[in-house]
Each structure stands twice: as C-alpha cells, then as structure tokens.
C-alpha cells in the first residue's frame, strides 16, 4: 500500500526522556502535517510542513516539542523531557498542495504513554 | 475554546436505517468542511467533504448538509451497514487563505456510531 506510515506504532517512555516519532508521507504529497489527540477527544493540529519548510508550528505546546522534514520526505516529531500530559496518539497526515483531491490522508498513528 | 462541537458522543442504529451524525461550529472563517471516519487503532479515514458555496454533498450512501445561517452541519448514512460502525470526526478549515496548502483541520470531538444488526 502506498498509504502514510509512521513508527513506531506505541512507544512507552518514562518522564523526561526524549521521544522520536516518525511520519513516512504518501510518494509525491507536498504539505504534511502533524496531530495530537489525547484520549477522548480529536486530533488538534501541531505543525505544518510544505517540503522540507515548516510553514506553521502555532500548535506546538511548548519548546520541548520539535519537528523536522530535512528532504521534504519523511518528518519526525521530537518530544524532549517528556511529560505525563504528552501521552497521547500523535498523528502524520500528508496531502497535495494543487489538484484534487486535497484532503489530508492520515497515518495509523503513534500512541506515547509517558509513565 | 471548541470551535467545532459534536455534542452526542454515541448514537446507535438499526440497520438498514438511516444515520444521522451532527456537527456545530463557531468560526465564520470556516469554509470547508470535511467528516472522517476511524475505526480502532487506525488513523482517520477521509469520507466526504463541502465547500460553504454548496449546502448538499452527496457521494453514494453519505450526504453532508450545511446549514451556513444556523453553522451547522450533519452527515446523513442511508442505508447503515455494520461496517459503517466507527467515530466519526467533523472537521473545518479554512481554505481560501490557506496560501500554498496549509489546511489545518479543527476537529470536533468525535460521535461513536453504532449500527445494530
């Protein structure tokens, strides 16, 4: 399949270590995008990507979260000294800038659990 | 601030009858809305979508209404099918100033739709 992939699928973390999640977009897409959704609720918007430019991190909760796309490919989301209130599934979702159609496809997600 | 609002958390639906999931937002701004489906350990599935300049979207059994005056929405599943169970996001965005593609979605907080066999 040529779906959006990300890894790991859970990753379980003891506060304050750094965490690394990554997003493998759909071949071709331009803009990606990052999400959180904690338990219960939906996704809220991170960051945003257009190739390798992050053009938006207005969601990004505090400088410990970081996100890059060095080739305009594959992203990753950085969580540094991680605390309990960052469990939660992070979500990639990828698209096109021009065309149809341009919503976004997302990815299966990771679930943090910060122990 | 929740600026698109899914206030039933659960419905549950005979099958064969019709499904329909509700949606309120707050932000004139929004001019594009979408609804996802997630099944469980899955990310968001797109389903179907409306520009604000359209009150009707129709794509086989799923029909998204907009109501602009009222900034409501709902999405109508006719007939429901077991496999149509899930939650179902709303989501909003603001496309016309979204310059090169920057369409982040408002999401609401989700109905669990389950269809009774």
């Known amino acids: 399949g040529a779906g959006v992939s990300q890894s790991p699928r859970y990753k379980v973390a003891k506060r304050g270590q750094d965490v690394a999640l990554r997003c493998d977009p759909i071949?071709?897409?331009?803009?990606l995008f990052w999400y959180q959704q904690a338990l219960g609720q939906g996704p809220e918007f991170l960051t945003y990507?257009?190739?390798?430019?992050?053009?938006?991190k207005s969601g990004l909760p505090s400088d410990r979260f970081f996100a890059e796309r060095p080739e305009g490919s594959v992203s990753t989301l950085k969580i540094q000294r991680t605390q309990q209130e960052d469990s939660a599934v992070y979500l990639c979702?990828?698209?096109?800038?021009?065309?149809?159609?341009?919503?976004?496809?997302f990815g299966p997600g990771t679930r943090l659990t910060v122990t | 601030d929740q600026q698109v609002k899914q206030n039933s958390p659960s419905l549950s639906v005979q099958e064969g009858r019709i499904s329909i999931l509700n949606c309120d937002y707050t932000?004139?701004?929004?001019?594009?809305f979408l609804w996802y489906k997630k099944y469980p350990a899955e990310g968001p599935t797109f389903l179907i979508s409306?520009?604000?300049?359209?009150d009707k979207n129709e794509d086989g059994r799923f029909t998204v209404f907009l109501n602009k005056s009222a900034k409501h929405l709902s999405l109508h599943i006719v007939p429901s099918q077991p496999g149509d169970s899930a939650v179902y996001f709303c989501?909003?965005?603001?496309?016309?100033?979204?310059?090169?593609?920057?369409?982040?979605?408002?999401f609401g907080t989700g109905t669990r739709l389950t269809i009774i066999p």
């Open positions: 979702a990828s698209s096109r800038t021009s065309g149809a159609p341009r919503e976004q496809y």
């Open positions: 071949s071709g897409h331009v803009s």
């Open positions: 990507f257009q190739n390798e430019a992050q053009l938006d």
């Open positions: 932000n004139s701004m929004f001019d594009y």
């Open positions: 409306i520009s604000s300049i359209k």
């Open positions: 989501a909003a965005t603001v496309r016309r100033y979204s310059g090169f593609g920057n369409e982040k979605l408002t």
